[in-house]
């Protein structure tokens, strides 16, 4: 499973115990379809909505008791299963499909404080699910792992910013480009100046500061689970320093993790 094609879900690799793979491939199954049908094709923005609507109605029939049903979708028989196993709070599900609708409606954001709503329904559910998934959602964990899944999410849009203006949305607050004095302009043009590199580095400040604070969850979760997280802590951490390293300019080149990042991940995240 590619986590590069959905940046905040990690990855159902060796380091996940054989008994819980099935249940996250399902989850990422829904959770990447769900986002696939708000950016990718051609449909209209009311056929886009009006499909996600119906991911709503199949989570409220599993809200309801339905675990057989052939009213679902396979799908969602699938993930109602998953659901009743592992006893999910099925919130989190809605909560996903409210951030995908969001970003069919949304295309950009007044002030940090939506955008770390938002965060809090695109993101936050996935480390949540997972802590359930490991019966290690206690509360301090739980505000640790939000902490972590708002930086990822903000590391992707720092990273894909080009990208997403294709899309003609903008995750950038203009609360800040008006601190810069930037505007909607310069992102279309593709001009990184002084004042691109120091906003850039304010958003890259706040991302890494939100994943620091959050990475003592790291040692808190036991055995292979806890060294995955650390492998991906590390790993939005490098996103940040590639985005330094190219000075700013993620209209030409989107920094990613490549396998010559493995060696000096896994010997960050080792030494964590």
């Given at each position: 499973?590619?986590?590069e094609?959905?940046?905040?879900?990690?990855v159902?690799s060796w380091l996940m115990?054989?008994h819980?793979?099935?249940?996250?491939?399902?989850?990422?199954a829904?959770a990447?379809?769900?986002?696939?049908?708000?950016?990718?094709g051609?449909?209209?923005?009311?056929?886009?909505?009006?499909?996600?609507?119906?991911y709503?109605?199949?989570?409220s029939?599993?809200?309801e008791?339905?675990?057989?049903?052939?009213?679902?979708?396979p799908?969602?028989?699938?993930?109602?299963?998953?659901?009743d196993?592992?006893?999910?709070?099925i919130a989190?599900?809605?909560?996903l499909?409210?951030?995908?609708?969001?970003?069919?409606?949304?295309?950009q954001?007044a002030?940090f404080?939506?955008?770390?709503d938002?965060?809090?329904?695109s993101?936050n559910?996935?480390g949540?699910?997972?802590?359930?998934l490991?019966?290690?959602n206690n509360?301090?964990n739980?505000v640790?792992?939000?902490?972590?899944?708002?930086?990822?999410?903000l590391?992707?849009f720092?990273?894909?910013v080009?990208?997403d203006?294709?899309?003609?949305r903008?995750y950038?607050?203009?609360?800040?480009l008006?601190?810069?004095?930037?505007?909607?302009?310069q992102?279309?043009?593709?001009?990184?100046?002084?004042g691109w590199?120091?906003?850039?580095?304010?958003?890259i400040?706040?991302?890494?500061s939100?994943?620091?604070?959050g990475?003592?969850?790291?040692?808190?979760l036991?055995?292979?689970?806890?060294?995955?997280?650390?492998?991906?802590?590390?790993?939005?951490?490098?996103?940040?320093e590639?985005?330094?390293q190219v000075?700013?300019d993620?209209?030409?080149?989107?920094?990613?993790?490549k396998?010559?990042?493995?060696l000096?991940?896994?010997?960050r995240?080792?030494?964590?």
């Open positions: 499973m590619s986590v094609h959905y940046e905040n879900f990690p159902a115990p054989a819980l793979r099935p249940a996250v491939k399902t989850i990422y829904f990447r379809s769900a986002d696939d049908i708000a950016d990718e051609d449909a209209s923005d009311a056929q886009r909505l009006e499909a996600l609507s119906h709503e109605a199949q989570l029939k599993i809200q008791g339905a675990i057989q049903e052939s009213t679902l979708d799908l969602f028989r699938d993930l109602a299963k998953v659901i196993e592992f006893q999910l709070p989190h599900f809605f909560d499909i409210s951030a995908f609708k969001q970003d069919i409606v949304c295309k954001y002030d404080a939506q955008l770390l938002y965060c809090k329904r993101a559910p996935v949540r699910i997972m802590l359930h490991y019966r290690a509360a301090e739980l640790l792992s939000d902490q972590i899944c708002t930086a990822l999410q590391i992707n720092w990273q894909d080009a990208i203006w294709q899309k003609k903008t950038l607050p203009q609360e800040d008006l601190r810069y004095q930037l505007d909607i302009a992102i279309a043009s593709g001009k990184y100046d002084a590199h120091a906003m850039m580095q304010f958003q400040d706040r991302a890494r939100l994943m620091l604070a990475s003592p969850l790291c040692k808190k036991p055995g292979r689970f806890g060294f995955e997280l650390r492998l991906v802590v590390q790993g939005g951490l490098r996103i940040l590639k985005i330094e000075n700013m993620v209209f030409h080149q989107r920094p990613t993790i396998s010559s990042d493995g000096l991940l896994f010997w995240a080792a030494r964590m």
